[in-house]
């Protein structure tokens, strides 16, 4: 491209939008734009009139830059002419939202999918992750439940219980550390068992007060993960967690237990512990039963072996883990742990570096890493 020609057309250019009625400053903004423009279309279409092209693109930037002003300008003059705002009435809807996409028209695995990405902020993948499906499965079910409330009238919510399993599934994110989301769901949990009296309202309520008192020792100052054997039990919040034991207490006295009150009981087991080795895992196995009654999860078998390990021994934790899924998330760093303790640290260290690369999350990564390094060197020395 000529660029002295380009140099040489600007000052006729520039008098032409003036003589048409543009300002000056206005008008040298609009003629600079058009020269932009030309250094990027003509080298692959030059215009045969060089100087009439660029007094059209300089014309044109120059009315868009006009008609945007004006905008601005009537937008400035509404917003001058409205009085003066009164108090506004303090409403939350973020719950009602939830409510609303869970629509009885969808199953109750899609309206949290639906409520988890158009609500709840997280992204396909991190839901994918959560029900354990591939991403693209998860983008269909979505894409599904889109279709099938487009043009339905939300007018009438959905029950509770997928409402619940929405928040449970947001706050897990949350407390993941990818996304801090577990304020926000615990606030919103609170409200709905302040205005429904429904007992695993509370049990959710109480299982995720009791994960969170024990957040600020979860992570090293490094940003390491820390197991919850070897957290500072110290640091737990002890008010959040005589508040979860509370309101869970009160819940399990109405007999009508759910998977949130079984959730949280198991989680009062280790908050009731002084130390790690005081934990009651006899009574956690027994936890995880009835929870497995009442939902046939597969991460609830995988975390009954590792329970089992901590009551029984590492063996007896490896034959319950041997009955599960190895595709399981998870699965190969449990059975690393339950070698590490059965005196295996061969075989666990080769496990903890193959859990290590799949590990979702950076900190747990690096703390797998660091597992096999300890045991490949105890071996070297």
Same mark, same amino acid.
């Given at each position: 491209?000529d660029?002295?020609l380009l140099?040489?057309l600007?000052?006729?250019?520039l008098?032409i ?12 903004d609009?003629v600079q734009?058009a020269?932009i423009?030309?250094l990027?279309v003509?080298p692959e ?7 009439g ?6 014309w044109r930037k ?10 601005r300008r009537r937008?400035e ?9 009164g108090?506004?009435p303090?409403?939350?809807d973020?719950?009602q939202l939830?409510?609303?996409c869970?629509h009885?028209s969808?199953t109750p695995?899609s309206a949290?999918?639906l409520t988890l990405?158009a ?5 396909t993948r991190?839901i994918?992750?959560a029900?354990l499906v591939?991403?693209?499965?998860m983008a ?5 439940a889109?279709r099938?409330?487009s ?9 509770v ?7 449970y599934?947001v706050?897990n994110?949350?407390?993941?550390g ?5 304020a926000?769901?615990?606030r919103l949990t609170?409200?709905?068992a302040?205005?429904?009296d429904?007992? &695993?309202? /509370?049990g !959710? ?5 009791? *994960?969170h008192?024990?957040? @600020?020792?979860?992570?090293?100052? +490094?940003g390491?993960?820390v197991?919850l054997?070897?957290?500072?039990r110290?640091?737990?919040d002890t008010a959040?967690i005589a508040?979860?034991?509370g ?5 399990l006295?109405?007999?009508r237990l759910?998977e ?5 009981a198991i989680a009062?087991?280790h908050a009731?512990?002084?130390t790690?080795?005081e934990t009651?895992w006899v009574q956690i ?8 009654r009442?939902?046939d999860?597969p ?5 009954r ?8 021994g590492?063996?007896?934790g490896?034959? &319950?883990? /041997?009955? !599960? ?5 998870r *699965?190969t760093a449990?059975a @690393?742990y339950?070698?590490?303790? +059965?005196g295996?640290?061969e075989?666990a260290?080769?496990?903890?570096a193959?859990?290590?690369r799949?590990a ?6 690096d703390?797998l890493?660091?597992?096999a390094?300890?045991?490949?060197a105890?071996?070297r020395?």
């Open positions: 491209m660029e002295a140099r040489s600007t000052p006729s250019v008098t939008l003036v003589r048409r009625g543009a300002d000056f400053a206005a008008a040298e609009a734009d020269l423009e030309a990027r003509w279409a030059p215009p045969r009139d060089a100087k092209w660029l007094v059209t693109a300089a120059f009315l868009d830059q006009a008609r945007a002003d004006s905008a937008r003059d509404l917003v001058d002419e409205e009085p003066a705002p108090p506004a303090d409403v939350d973020t719950l939830y409510f609303l869970a009885p969808l695995s949290v999918a990405r609500v709840g902020g997280l992204t991190q994918a992750q029900y591939p991403e693209a499965t269909q079910r979505i894409s599904r889109k099938t409330v043009g339905v009238r939300f007018d009438r919510p959905g029950d219980a997928t409402v619940l399993r929405v928040l599934l706050f994110e949350g407390y993941s990818d996304v801090d989301l577990s926000e769901a615990i609170r409200q709905l302040g205005t429904i429904h007992p &695993e309202v /509370a !959710l309520l109480a299982l995720m007060l009791l *994960h008192a024990r957040r @600020a020792s979860r992570t090293a100052p +490094d390491g993960l197991p054997a070897e957290q500072d110290g640091r737990w959040s508040e979860g034991i309101i869970l207490q009160a819940a006295a109405r007999d759910g949130f009150q079984a959730q949280a009062a087991l009731d512990a002084f790690a080795e009651d196995v027994e936890w995880y039963d009835e929870l497995l009442l939902t999860n991460v609830v078998r995988l975390n072996a590792v329970a089992v390990g901590e009551a029984d590492p063996r007896a490896l034959a &319950e883990l /041997a009955a !599960l899924d190895d595709s399981l998330p *699965h449990v @690393a339950l070698h590490d303790r +059965d295996d640290p075989t260290a080769r496990l903890y193959e859990a290590a799949k979702p999350h950076l900190a747990e990564r703390y890493t660091r597992q390094a300890r045991l490949n105890g071996r020395r």
